[in-house]
């Protein structure tokens, strides 16, 4: 894999066709002080269920050495699937009670969240679940091999609604491209957002890459789409992923009235 070093600068990692990843990050690092009970958590916890990354002198950048072996990690070869950004991990803890012979891993960088989703995974017994504190969108074309994903789910991202701001959001043809050449045939990239905008986007970028197909092309347009979507009544959108659970998160943008808009696209 090609690197560059130049003095004191990172290294700067390609894929495997010799493309340099882009660095402009799709989130904002969040902290802040947990409560006693996730801390201990993450200490009692934290070595079953997070990855032990090398990282590349950031908190959040993999060593582009690195190469993932979910046999070695779960003990076992099952479907893998991969949440990028898991927040609180309600999605993927629901996921992972409901189908304990899949595996997943959860992409998330907010130390909280992380405890929150071990919190819930020790609750709920799960034991077909890890976590990976790193940047996704940077790593994961450096640790897994092309076509070792079964599904790929990116459940509300960051918006980022300032216009100036658009090139920060992670849904771009580019990352299309990357997340296509990571699923297996067949597999499925999930998307799912409460940000108008962003869901159009979404949509003509899934549907702009050659490697998907959508099944609901031409369907599944919301009431009032086709006065204010920019493609008028293109629809396009699936329904509502049944395994995603409602979270507070998504029952306080309903409450504002928000839609929620669902992408499934399949890999060819």
């Known amino acids: 894999m090609a ?4 003095g004191l600068d990172p290294v700067v990692p390609t894929t495997p066709d010799g493309r340099p990843l882009a660095r402009t990050r799709s989130f ?13 958590a993450m200490e009692e916890h934290g070595a079953t269920y997070l990855l032990d990354l090398p990282l590349n002198g950031t908190d959040t950048t993999l060593d582009p050495e690195y190469r993932f072996d979910k046999e070695a990690v779960f003990g076992r070869s099952a479907p893998l699937i991969v949440e ?6 309600d999605a993927v803890v629901h996921a992972a009670t409901l189908h304990p012979d899949v595996d997943f891993l959860a992409f998330e960088v907010w130390r909280p969240g992380v405890a929150h989703t071990i919190t819930k995974a020790v609750a709920a017994s799960v034991t077909n679940l890890r976590i990976a504190i790193a940047d996704a969108a940077w790593s994961m074309p450096l640790m897994f091999e092309p076509g070792s994903l079964h599904e790929v789910w990116t459940f509300f991202p960051d ?16 990352f299309a491209l990357e997340v ?28 702009g890459c050659a490697q998907f197909t959508n099944p609901y092309a031409g ?9 204010v979507d920019p493609e008028g009544s293109r629809g396009g959108f699936a329904p509502r992923f049944e395994d995603r659970p409602m979270t507070r998160f998504e029952k306080k943008g309903l409450r504002v009235e928000r839609i929620v808009r669902d992408l499934a696209v399949t890999r060819l």
């Open 28 to 40: 904002t690092r969040r902290g802040g002080r947990m409560p006693d009970r996730h801390e201990r």
């Open 84 to 89: 990028i950004g898991s927040g609180a991990g």
């Open 219 to 227: 369907r599944f347009a919301d009431p009032g789409d086709p006065d």
């Open 3 to 6: 690197q560059r070093d130049s």
């Open 180 to 207: 296509a050449e990571l699923l297996e045939p067949g597999g499925v990239w999930r998307l799912a957002t409460d940000w108008a905008d962003y869901a159009w986007q979404m949509r003509d970028v899934v549907e």
């Open 159 to 174: 918006p980022w609604p300032k216009t100036k701001h658009h090139k920060r959001r992670m849904v771009q043809p580019s």
